[in-house]
T-cell receptor, first 114, second 114 residues
């Protein structure tokens, strides 16, 4: 069974631009969560989607948004990029939306904002 | 809100030596506890998890962890490390309530010396 895939793997943008990251979950998984990983802040929860509905949202500004499609694929968008948005963005999928469902992580998208 | 503390930022051990990585959590009820490992350029992989029952849990790659409620700890152990264990290790606490399903610690980077 294929794992979680994230595209693109690497991205370079400039301040003020916007970016869209994509996550394809494991087949059959209906929950997708997004995390931001930085050396200073560690792993921080962005949001979670289950059956196309946003279930939870972390403490990030409105510039960060996401969505989930009927096939469970998810995208996250960051508008008006800032230097501090440079990070590894990780996507994780799970069968259900309970914490007991194991989350499988993708390799991440490395975003660099210049 | 839940929180996780990993007091050791970086640990160095010799190959073949035993390992213990510390994790302390803060949560009002019985928590869901996890240990993840992240190799360079990779996403996170679940090593083991604790929900209830036996307080000593076995995981993959020869790792185990012990839940101690009195100490609010969930330390990860391995009797004999291999060079391939060099990675970053994250402890996480989970809940089905509140805004954030998984809260991660800041991680412990493990270096193995021959």
């Amino acid at each position: 069974k294929a794992g979680v895939t994230q595209t693109p793997r690497y991205l370079i943008k400039t301040r003020g631009q916007q970016v869209t990251l994509s996550c394809s979950p494991i087949s059959g998984h209906r929950s997708v969560s997004w995390y931001q990983q930085t050396p200073g802040q560690g792993l921080q929860f962005l949001f979670e989607y289950f059956s196309e509905t946003q279930r939870n949202k972390g403490n990030f500004p409105g510039r960060f948004s996401g969505r989930q499609f009927s096939n469970s694929r998810s995208e996250m968008n960051v508008s008006t990029l800032e230097l501090g948005d440079s990070a590894l963005y990780l996507c994780a999928s799970s069968l259900g939306d309970r914490v007991g469902n194991e989350q499988f992580f993708g390799p991440g998208t490395r975003l660099t904002v210049l | 809100a839940q929180s996780v503390t990993q007091p050791d930022i970086h640990i160095t051990v010799s190959e073949g030596a035993s390992l213990e990585l510390r994790c302390n959590y803060s949560y009002g009820a019985t928590p869901y506890l996890f240990w993840y490992v992240q190799s360079p350029g990779q996403g996170l992989q679940l090593l083991l998890k604790y929900f209830s029952g036996d307080t000593l849990v076995q995981g993959i790659k020869g790792f185990e962890a012990e839940f101690k409620r009195s100490q609010s700890s969930f330390n990860l152990r391995k009797p004999s490390v291999h060079w391939s264990d060099a990675a970053e290790y994250f402890c996480a606490v989970g809940t089905n309530f509140g805004n954030e399903k998984l809260t991660f610690g800041t991680g412990t980077r493990l270096t193995i010396i021959p």
